[in-house]
C-alpha cells in the first residue's frame, strides 16, 4: 500500500459505501454488512453476543421499529438506528 491510499475489503470500492445513523452520529457501511458489523467496525459496539440471531443482546431500534437484531439486519443507506440500552428491546 502506498501513501495516500486505504486499503478496501476485497473486491470493493469506495463509492459502493454509504452512511446510516446510529444514536445521531453517521456510521459507515458497505451493502451486505449488518448493523452490529458496521457499529463494531466503526468502534461503536452495540451490545453483542452470538452474533447469529440467537440471544437477543442486540436489539436495537430501527426508524423507530423495536426489537430489531441488530446482528441479523442490513444496514441500509439512511436509516436511523438507536442503540442505547433498554430502549431497543421488546421487554
Ligand atoms: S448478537 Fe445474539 S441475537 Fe444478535
Keep these: ?7 478496501l475489503p476485497a473486491g470493493r470500492v469506495e463509492s459502493e ?4 445513523l446510529a444514536d445521531g452520529v453517521p456510521v459507515p457501511a458497505w451493502p451486505g454488512e449488518s448493523i452490529a458489523a458496521a ?7 452495540p ?9 437477543r443482546e442486540c ?4 426508524n423507530g421499529e ?3 437484531r ?15 440500552p433498554r430502549r431497543g428491546s421488546q421487554a
Design 1 to 7: 500500500m502506498t501513501a495516500g491510499t486505504r486499503r
Design 17 to 20: 459505501r454509504f452512511t446510516f
Design 39 to 45: 457499529l463494531l467496525a466503526a468502534a461503536r459496539s
Design 47 to 55: 451490545a453483542y453476543f452470538c452474533g447469529m440471531g440467537v440471544c
Design 59 to 62: 436489539f436495537v431500534v430501527v
Design 66 to 68: 423495536a426489537g430489531v
Design 70 to 84: 441488530a446482528c441479523m439486519t442490513p444496514a441500509t443507506p439512511g436509516m436511523k438506528v438507536d442503540t442505547l
